[in-house]
């Protein structure tokens, strides 16, 4: 069982950034795949960024050069830094934890995107 706990969204002005933060905890995440998902508003959850757990990573085609992903095992948590933030990637940030067929969430943290 893994437990999930992301921070450090909020509102931001376009081309600002912000580094979102998740936290696990009950098991040591260095065994999962971890990835952000995102959520807006009468939209599906679509995969933003992807890190596996041997380091490699996948961006979604809106985020590439503009994001990036990565994991310090030691302490158990993964990062999201989102540079030149754009009205678009307003939606709600979710953190996800999976191996084989356990698959983990997080509660989800708010990203606004506004002038």
């Known amino acids: 069982q893994v437990q999930l706990v992301e921070s450090g969204g909020g509102l931001v002005q376009p081309g600002g950034s912000l580094r979102l933060s998740c936290a696990g905890s009950?098991?040591?995440?260095?065994?999962?795949?971890m990835g952000w998902y995102r959520q807006a508003p009468g939209k599906q959850r679509e995969l933003v960024a992807l890190i596996h757990n041997d380091g490699p990573t996948n961006y979604a085609d809106s985020v590439k050069g503009r994001f990036t992903i990565s994991r310090d095992n030691a302490k158990n948590t993964v990062y999201l830094q989102m540079n030149s933030l754009k009205p678009e990637d307003t939606a709600v940030y979710f953190c996800?934890?999976?191996?084989?067929?356990?698959?983990?969430w997080g509660q989800g943290t708010q990203v606004t995107v506004s002038s």
């Open positions: 996800n934890a999976a191996l084989g067929p356990l698959i983990f």
């Open positions: 009950g098991s040591i995440i260095s065994i999962y795949a």
